[in-house]
């Protein structure tokens, strides 16, 4: 009941207007142009513009590789290319190499009007899923940190994922979300205490039905320096030909206003019957900008799961394209950037965290400290990154663990949670969902950014 007066409050918020509409022709193209990205209200902004994510997943190699495709100017050159055909004006990138330089690829992506949303995680330094507890030490931390550093300079760094799919449809992985809180609360300690430039901050959670809306409200409740900059899930749901209304996203517009924070898809695109990306249509229309703010397709490069839509032979600079990609193209240019506002709410809220449920194990919302020996790369900086070789961290923090079980940590889309088909490995439907009216009950108790 309660919620109603808030959600009038918040719609009553939609009206404020951001400023002139800019068109596909005025987007900068030159690096030293192209501006940064922030979030406000439950929306992105490019200076005064709403920033919608009209992107693709960027993985050549795959999820099981640990090529950095941004370290090999070969390699990004001729891919940019392609990115630029598209029209697309972000990429993911899964895993860097943060010892290498940067530098060439980014100035590449930035000169296409491109950016960048980066994982800060992998196979090596990242959050075991069913044994986060040791994986979270000063040596994973000090690798996520390094990749910050690496990546903060670059106006084009668009945001940073915290964790990727840590939590699964395993029950008991949801055991591991205080741990990827813990990371994104430091991750943005670090940006602040470093005097970096606020880059947005958040997870990016797998297509799981029985375990999504919990695991967004975790990441937006408690105390404001503990809380995500934005959300973002995968979503496999909208199979072409589908709708707003039969893909069920007519819901999860429904479910996430009010939210209070950006989101966006991680990763999209149905594979199940051939691919239109018509779905675009929707994510670009007025019926879901109030709430979502883009997606990014899965995935650019083929890699044997059936979704991507370049053939690439090695670092070879041959690209052979499929029909996805010129239909891809087609609805990016079908289906431009909204113009206006797209009814954003301007102000950010918190939520109540989530209670413990038969899909939900965490009792208590308490975050773990960040480690002692960790501390003071807040004063002093984390210094050189390890790179993707070594040992990694997941043991480091304990001494009685077992093998690292590469793959378990937060590293790839494919890794788990999705089939050959284009759809999420099978969650059970629980059916009532004990989480009754999550968003609709929220407490507001953001400040006004406006
Ligand atoms: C969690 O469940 C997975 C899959 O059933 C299992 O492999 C793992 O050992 C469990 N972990 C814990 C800590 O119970
Ligand atoms: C929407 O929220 C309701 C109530 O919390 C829940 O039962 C349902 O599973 C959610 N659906 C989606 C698609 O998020």
Redesign the pocket.
């Known amino acids: 009941m309660k919620s109603l007066s808030l959600m009038s409050v918040l719609a009553a918020a939609n009206i404020v207007n951001a400023g002139p509409t800019p068109t596909e022709n005025e987007l900068p193209k030159r690096a030293d142009s192209l501006p940064t990205v922030t979030a406000s209200g439950n929306a992105f902004w490019a200076g005064s513009d709403r920033f919608y994510i009209r992107g693709i997943d960027y993985q050549p190699g795959g999820s099981s590789g640990d090529k950095d495709p941004l370290a090999d100017t070969t390699i990004c050159k001729r891919d940019i290319a392609k990115f630029k055909e598209l029209g697309v004006n972000t990429i993911r990138v899964y895993m860097i190499d943060n010892s290498e330089n940067h530098d060439e690829c980014m100035t590449e992506l930035a000169n296409a009007g491109i950016y960048l949303v980066l994982d800060l995680n992998n196979p090596k330094y990242s959050i075991h899923r069913?044994?986060p507890a040791p994986s979270y030490n000063a040596k994973y931390l000090q690798s996520v940190f390094a990749t910050v550093d690496a990546f903060q300079k670059y106006s084009n760094t668009l945001a940073f994922f915290s964790g990727n799919e840590v939590i699964n449809e395993?029950v008991?992985s949801t055991l591991a979300a205080p741990y990827v809180k813990a990371t994104t609360r430091d991750v943005r300690q670090y940006i602040g205490s470093r005097g970096y430039r606020k880059i947005p901050v958040g997870y990016s959670a797998a297509d799981v039905s029985q375990n999504r809306m919990q695991t967004a409200a975790y990441f937006n409740c408690g105390p404001d320096d503990e809380r995500s900059d934005f959300f973002a899930f995968n979503d496999y749901s909208w199979c072409s030909p589908s709708s707003f209304e039969q893909s069920g996203w007519n819901v999860k517009v429904k479910n996430f206003t009010g939210y209070g924070l950006p989101i966006f898809l991680s990763e999209w695109g149905c594979t199940t019957n051939g691919r239109t990306f018509e779905e675009l249509g929707a994510l670009m229309n007025s019926e879901m900008t109030g709430v979502y703010s883009g997606g990014l397709v899965y995935e650019y490069s083929k890699e044997g799961n059936g979704f991507g839509m370049v053939e690439l032979s090695g670092d070879s600079t041959d690209v052979t394209e499929d029909g996805d990609f010129s239909a891809f193209k087609s609805a990016l240019a079908e289906y431009p950037t909204p113009t206006g506002n797209g009814g954003f709410t301007s102000t950010t809220n918190s939520v109540n965290c989530p209670s413990e449920d038969p899909d939900w194990m965490v009792k208590d919302d308490t975050l773990p400290a960040i480690p002692d020996d960790a501390k003071a790369y807040m004063t002093d900086g984390a210094g050189p990154g390890p790179g993707l070789k070594g040992e990694g961290s997941q043991n480091a923090g304990s001494t009685s663990t077992g093998d690292a079980s590469p793959g378990s940590g937060s590293v790839s889309a494919t890794g788990s949670g999705k089939n050959e088909g284009g759809r999420p490995a099978p969650p059970v439907d629980k059916g009532a969902f004990a989480v009754v009216g999550l968003f609709t009950i929220f407490t507001l108790v953001g400040t006004l950014l406006l």
Do not use: A, G, K, L
């Open positions: 069913y044994e395993q008991n």
